[in-house]
């Protein structure tokens, strides 16, 4: 009885992990959207045929939202994650940032790092001057 009850255990256990696994997690660009029945059409690029397929998924009440906070503030053309339980019901969608929005980002860093750039080297020209300075004030005394 006891074995029984251990293979039961783990049978249960394998299959729930099973389930787990099934949960997708997919990535792509919205192609389509319909905000007031709650639906969105992806493509992606399937990871076993590397080939672009369309996906249409329908958001439910228990829908969340990362980086927005609900469809309507999806467009055509952004890139979202969308998580799939194994259910078929979208777990949760994550807006990704566009290569505009990265390429900015890039830009302001580099910017930053430019202005920090120049304003170390003339912190040490000020200060080299100010060794000058200190120099000749000392000589003359």
Known sequence: ???????????????????????????????????LG??????????????????????GPETTFTGIS?????Q?????????GQDGSVVSITKEPSAEQIADTLEEKTETEVEQEMNQEIAEEVAKDKALVDQVQNQKL
């Open 76 to 84: 055509l053309g952004d890139l979202i994650q969308v998580q799939v």
């Open 70 to 74: 609900s469809i309507a503030d999806i």
């Open 38 to 59: 709650s639906k969105i059409s992806l493509r992606y690029v399937n990871p076993e045929t590397s080939k672009d397929e369309n996906l249409d998924v329908a958001l």
């Open 1 to 35: 009885m006891k074995r029984f009850k251990v293979l039961f255990t783990v049978l249960v256990l394998a299959l729930s992990v099973q389930g787990l696994a099934a949960a997708e997690q997919v990535s792509g660009e919205v192609i389509a959207l319909d905000p």
